[in-house]
């Protein structure tokens, strides 16, 4: 059985226009249809949930949710804004999230986009952020998510020079039982609609593959870009709010 990995970020209570927050009510359905999933004899695609940044909403509303359906996620977090960035989780949060059962990472330090860092730089962000986590939590952190998503080779051999043995990306795709070093993930956004959604279990839709190709179109478009134009370009189409703490975390 192959699996697929949803992406979230933030989960709120009420309204926003912000494609990356998910409201609490869309949350609830769409663990609701994962555990739905999982319960199917006829499955082929096992969902898993991850978030990144470690935004305070996921230990105050997706927590419960995931606990009352007996779901174990893994939370990606950026260790420097961990009880130091409004908005964000401090550090006795994310311990009981971690006592709680679910499965914490790594994601860098300050969330620079780890392609932008130099040698001594790529040091600092993945060995501090996996040196505090652990120390803080008393646990081996042996997996992380990339920034923004953005990697290349000389990224992903200094992630295991620093000891990561899974790196999730931002590629939509869906992963074999023994996967590799990446894992790749569905970043969720507002828009797509729960049938859209419960359509990706079907392989018979291809809506899993032709979300891969059309994020390989928008990787070449980034490219060709450069990460200035296209993080403009992102905000503008994902209505970011101006003052968005969450914005410089989601720019996938
Ligand atoms: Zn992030």
């Known amino acids: 059985m192959r699996s697929l990995h949803f992406l979230y970020h933030e989960i709120r209570p009420t309204q926003t226009e912000y494609s990356y927050v998910i409201d609490v009510e869309d949350f609830k359905k769409h663990i609701d249809l994962m555990v739905a999933m999982r319960a199917r004899n006829d499955l082929e695609l096992y969902p898993c949930v991850t978030f990144d940044d470690g935004h305070i909403s996921n230990f105050e509303y997706a927590l419960p949710i995931l606990q009352e359906r007996g779901i174990e996620a893994h939370f990606f977090i950026t260790a420097g804004w961990t009880g130091n960035k409004p908005g964000y989780m401090s550090w006795q949060e994310l311990r009981s999230l971690h006592a709680s059962g679910q499965a914490i990472g790594a994601h860098g330090w300050s969330h620079t986009l780890l392609t932008h860092c130099n ?113 403009k370009l992102w905000a503008i189409l994902n209505r970011e709010e101006p003052d968005a703490h969450a914005a410089e975390a989601t720019r996938e």
């Open 119 to 231: 040698a001594k730089e790529l040091h600092a962000e993945l060995n501090n952020s996996r040196m505090i986590l652990e120390d803080k939590l008393g646990a081996p952190v042996t997996a992380m998510s990339l920034p923004g998503g953005r990697y290349n080779r000389r990224v992903l051999t200094a992630c295991e020079e620093a000891g990561y043995k899974q790196i999730y990306t931002s590629i939509p795709r869906s992963e074999p039982e023994r996967h590799g070093l990446t894992i790749g993930r569905l970043n969720i956004r507002k828009d797509m609609k729960l049938a859209w959604i419960e359509d990706l279990f079907n392989p018979s839709k291809s809506a899993l593959p032709r979300l891969e190709r059309l994020y390989q179109v928008k990787a070449a478009a980034q490219a060709l870009m450069g990460d200035r134009m296209y993080e």
